[in-house]
């Protein structure tokens, strides 16, 4: 029997006797498959916060907050859920599962960090009595596209094993950090001080550029997964000479 995962209730082990000690091992397998299905689930909740931000800033939709806000309190539930179980999982497992349930940890912990960065973009776009320039709001669409993008990449790297999502999400995040730049730049030039709302147009940039790194943090999880080995260890290549 399967660990039902968050929401649900988990049955009770029963005496380790010959009859029930398969059970125990199949429930055992059942519950760590679980705990890395969930960690998948993660990655689209977050996925769909970014799409419904995207949809926040151009149309102000009502039910656009509301879904990003389901979504930051869904993946709380889940790194919880992950971070209780996970302790006594990886004692019953190998050195290799015990690295993908650790992956599953660090994923959901970035994924739930992703989730509070969008909630920040959404409650700062709903906070504003004035309309975010037109300008504004073409480059954080742009931003929150690029996130969304990174994060279905991310997602179907994990699921295939397939080291080029993680190469193409790490591209990815330059673009965003332009981006963000970019308005920083531009924001601060234009005397910032003198027009308040800069500022909150700068700190949805912000938020939505440390979501791309958050989503890069994935990517490199996904690199060390496939490789055994972390990115940010990787030698360096020498210059020819």
Request: hydrophobic share 40%; aromatic share 4%.
């Amino acid at each position: 029997m399967e660990d039902p995962g968050p929401g649900g209730t988990a049955a009770p082990m029963t005496g380790q006797n010959p009859e029930t000690t398969g059970r125990a091992v199949k429930k055992s397998a059942g519950s760590l498959d679980q705990l890395s299905r969930t960690a998948l689930k993660a990655f689209l909740i977050a996925r769909d916060a970014a799409f419904n931000v995207k949809d926040l800033l151009t149309h102000s939709s009502r039910m656009a907050f509301l879904a990003i806000k389901e979504c930051e309190q869904e993946l709380d539930v889940i790194e919880r859920y992950i971070d209780d179980r996970l302790p006594a999982a990886i004692t019953r497992v190998n050195e290799v599962r015990a690295r993908q349930l650790l992956t599953s940890l660090k994923c959901t912990t970035n994924l739930e960090r992703i989730g509070d960065l969008m909630m920040s973009v959404a409650h700062r776009v709903q906070s504003r009595t004035a309309k975010i320039p037109a300008a504004d709001v073409r480059q954080l669409v742009e931003m929150s596209s690029a996130v969304r993008e990174m994060l279905d990449l991310v997602y179907r790297g994990f699921v295939t094993l397939d080291l080029e999502c993680a190469r193409k999400v790490l591209q990815m995040d330059k673009d965003i950090d332009r981006i963000c730049h970019g308005m920083f730049q531009k924001h601060l030039t234009e005397h910032a001080s003198e027009n308040p709302s800069s500022f909150d147009v700068l700190l949805m940039a912000q938020a939505l550029e440390r979501a791309g790194d958050h989503t890069t943090n994935l990517a490199e999880d996904l690199y060390s997964l496939i490789e055994g080995r972390s990115l940010r260890h990787a030698p360096k290549k020498r210059a020819a000479t």
